[in-house]
């Protein structure tokens, strides 16, 4: 089946210790996303990219950064994690055509010690 | 800013039909309506979306008024494992962007 797979489920990192979370997809789709959610509350967009043309949201921490070397693979880079960076990170993709729904993947919860 | 507004809770009996409301007064003639729901610690999964007329799959019911400015949700018999927060989202004009609202939690008791 195609799907939006996220790797690893979870990731324990320490605090200043850069890490990178990885997204892959098979849905062949030109927009993927990157989204934090904290405990009990809503995911909230980081930033995603068409093709290649990366789309920051404007209060994302510079932190936060991304790599999309081609159309499948997505990277999520934290530079220095913090106590707060800890979260769920979801990746979701969605086609360029109506009605645009986005799939999303299981999700990587990070926890920084 | 979410576009949309969900009452924060819901309970419903198992068995009995969810209806789930929702409020985007502010949507445009060409944007869809979508709900997700995100079940503990998993991925939001897509349940349904619509436009203008009222929609039907294999998981739910989406109706959508006349005006477009509210929608509801429903699922005709719901389950224990209908529990979850559930999303009514509209995509961000002109954008690939959506963003999500706060949701409402539904929880079906036995």
């Known amino acids: 089946d195609a799907m939006v797979i996220q790797n690893p489920r979870y990731q324990v990192t320490q605090f200043g210790k850069p890490v990178t979370l990885s997204c892959s997809q098979t849905?062949?789709?030109?927009?993927m996303y990157w989204y934090q959610q904290k405990s009990s509350q809503a995911p909230k967009l980081l930033f995603h990219?068409?093709?290649?043309?990366?789309?920051n949201e404007a209060d994302t921490p510079d932190n936060f950064q991304s790599r999309r070397p081609n159309t499948s693979f997505c990277f999520l880079d934290i530079r220095s994690p913090g106590l707060g960076d800890a979260a769920m990170y979801l990746c979701?993709?969605?086609?360029?055509?109506?009605?645009?729904?986005?799939?999303f993947g299981p999700g990587t919860r990070l926890t920084v010690t | 800013d979410a576009k949309t507004t969900q009452p924060p809770s819901m309970d419903c009996a198992e068995g009995r039909a969810a209806n789930l409301p929702c409020n985007h007064s502010t949507i445009s003639g060409n944007e869809y309506v979508y709900w997700y729901r995100q079940i503990h610690s998993q991925g939001p999964q897509y349940i349904i979306h619509?436009?203008?007329n009222n929609e039907t799959n294999e998981m739910a019911s989406l109706i959508i008024t006349e005006d477009r400015k509210s929608s509801t949700l429903i699922l005709p018999h719901a389950t224990l494992r209908d529990t979850a927060v559930y999303y009514c989202i509209v995509r961000v004009r002109n954008t690939d962007k959506l963003i999500f609202g706060t949701g409402t939690r539904l929880q079906v008791f036995p």
């Open positions: 849905l062949n789709h030109n927009v």
């Open positions: 619509g436009l203008k």
């Open positions: 979701a993709t969605s086609s360029v055509v109506p009605p645009y729904e986005q799939y």
């Open positions: 990219y068409y093709d290649k043309d990366f789309n």
